[in-house]
DNA sequence: TCCATACCATGCGATATTGCATATTATGAA
DNA sequence: TTCATAATATGCAATATCGCATGGTATGGA
């Protein structure tokens, strides 16, 4: 008897979740038929596939095997619906999107707005997050990033440039104006961990006061006056109780893309979304970058 | 919704039989459960995979594309089964070997025998046909051919050298003896469509009388008298009513070989196979081979 | 024309699968 | 020790799936 091809891809998830609890939600069936699902591999394999410990399931190499085959299988089903959506030509249905918090707040949700309206049919979902989404795994059929570049092996549209600024309460920008010689405090991410390259030479005392992993908390501590931060132009400029300062002359920061799966790429509503991305970028670009001098 | 795996394999087997009858035999279900697993994959996706035609199903592109890809799926489920069978170092469960009709009644059962006393746990499944099954796809797990090498990617295992001759009825025997230079009716294989090269000088006169495309004519062919037949010296010694004739010399014929897949060669059971196989073949080469001169 | 054949569609009862509720066990912190 | 947590197991009822039987339709040959 040979295992069906649900229950390997079981076998697959409950390898790589570890627990039964996990393949399941992964499955999004309940555990104990994650449970009998593997039993059910088992006899008809007539082989052991797990070993049932305290912790949890853990492959036999029996088990592992079939994770590494079904795991192939499941880059063959991912590329089958990308492809299939790709073909899709309709202009209704489920249509996922990705972008940052902050930039749906500030710059997209009247975009998503339009969309919605002009495309009733279309069940948009958005899913906020500054993590990069797999685009191969059908996370997102298009993702809005700010990076250099799109990367990998996606498609890629660039929406706009954008710069960065220094940006603090009015508290900080009267003193520093006051005295340029005044100790700045920084508020930076926990990954430069360093005060920005190419401040201005006219205020030369810096020192680090707090780091963050998030763009969100850093904004909220310039907000509550812990210090200096550098942000885009258009969160600095949005965020109320903060001023642009001179310490940080504006300068190119990462820009901005729409990215997708080449697959996914030509399909109607995917196609549809950048048609109303591109020109609403256009129409809101003073948001992101500096007047030119 | 996503469509289950087995329902993307029920589609490609419904794309390859074309009739719901037919995929249902392949799969071992009623043909009633694949129309409705082809409608629920249809309902998941949101769209036609089939059109229902008077005399099938004809796939739409998408349903193509769905068979492309659970093409691919399958392959990777035939290398996990041929991988796990490869690790599989029991003595007990399933095992398929394939042959030659004629090799395995004249050359094979007694090793047959051997085997299924020697490991009454392993289910043994023989395949006897010429047609060359499909080791990727398990449709066997050991081949026993005639062929001058194992090909493919397949390993191999040579069991015997063997010879050809040429052989007809006593009567046949007889009048050639009396008049070498009578005509010599043949009874050929329809791929060769020509007298065996190679004939003795000695008799100058032939002619193609019948042409067949399967061994087992030929030889009734030549039992009832209908001509001179070239044959494996293993399959013309062993046939009642014939005798060997010295109108086509002892010659090199295809080898006989045990081949099968990679993956699966070293499997406990196969390798039993083969260590029932070579000794056999040992002991019985004088069947096959002519007496060195 | 008529019949045989090879398809597909659908209703119904049997069966297999699933989810829920509950019981059990090991681990680690208070 | 005791308790909370996070795992796995299992009985039972709801549900989904399946196979069978029946009916319908087009095709091709007698």
Redesign the interface.
Known sequence: M?P???D??TVLSLVRGASLASAAEELGVNYTTVARRISRAETA???KLFDRLADGYRPT??GK??AE??A??ED??H???R??QG??NTLR?PLTITAPQLLIAHALAPAIDQFCTAYPEIALHVRATNDLLDLNRREADLAIRISRDPGDSLKGLRLTQQHSASFATQAWADRIADDPDTLIDWVVYAAYQDVPRNVDPTFPNHRIRLTFDDMVAIRAAAQAGLGVARMPLFLGRATPGLVQIPVLPPQPYAEIWAVGHPDVWPAAKVTAFRNILVPHFRSIRDKFVAKAA
Chains 1, 2 share one sequence.
């Open positions: 040979e069906s091809w649900d390997l891809r394999l007539d082989q190499e029996a095997t079939i085959h079904a192939r299988m063959h089903a590329g089958l619906m492809q299939l073909q899709d249905g």
